[in-house]
């Protein structure tokens, strides 16, 4: 079960617009982040939800995606995210900014297998600019923007792609928007005695 929800979670960049994201839902992936493990359970990391038309506007002009796909802007018009989550660390806490990271890769791991497990996906955004993120949401001076990840019913299809050793990892689009993610084989990345 756990490996076809991994498999269900891919990093998607087209959504249903028809299918909103309700505060209740994002409530509930957050509830369940929120009992990932902690790096000496210090616990700094906060949320801000946002699944009203307006606001995931706004946070959606503050977002950059698929920098490897460079002569298409994704996600495509009317295929945005209906909702966001924005992971935030209250430097209150902690301010360490790099103590939490594996943190939040935890959080965000885990409420995207939620929302696959829901029948909805996810894409974790790097690529912004926290200041303009953190401006735009009138966030507090102590809360500091760490991820963005996008929530919705995926509307687009994703082909992983075994590759052989060597082989460009970079994911692409085909002619149909297919949208391919090479993964290298598990020979190739255990490292043997």
């Known amino acids: 079960m756990l490996t076809d929800l991994v498999l269900k979670n891919r ?3 087209g959504y249903n617009k028809n299918r909103k994201v309700t505060k209740e839902e994002l409530m509930e992936l957050v509830d369940i982040a929120r009992l990932c493990p902690s790096s000496a359970n210090i616990q700094p990391l906060c949320y801000y939800l946002a699944w009203e038309p307006d606001e995931v506007a706004r946070i959606q002009e503050q977002t950059r995606w698929a920098g490897a796909i460079t002569h298409m802007k994704l996600p495509h018009l009317g295929m945005e995210p209906p909702a966001f989550i924005v992971i935030l660390q209250d430097t209150k806490i902690n301010d ?20 696959a497990e829901r029948g909805l996906g996810g894409c974790m955004i790097g690529n912004y600019n926290a200041d303009s993120v953190k401006k735009e949401l009138h966030l507090a001076e102590n809360l500091a923007p760490v991820l963005i990840v996008a929530f919705g019913k995926p509307a687009e299809k994703i082909v992983i792609k075994e590759i052989e050793e060597g082989e460009n990892i ?8 297919v949208h391919y993610v090479p993964k290298r084989k598990l020979e190739d990345i255990i490292i043997k005695k």
């Open 11 to 13: 990093s998607y960049r």
């Open 96 to 115: 360490s900014m790099t103590r939490f990271q594996k943190d939040v890769g935890i959080v965000a791991q885990t409420m995207l297998l939620a929302a």
């Open 170 to 177: 970079a994911y692409y689009r085909d002619e149909n928007d």
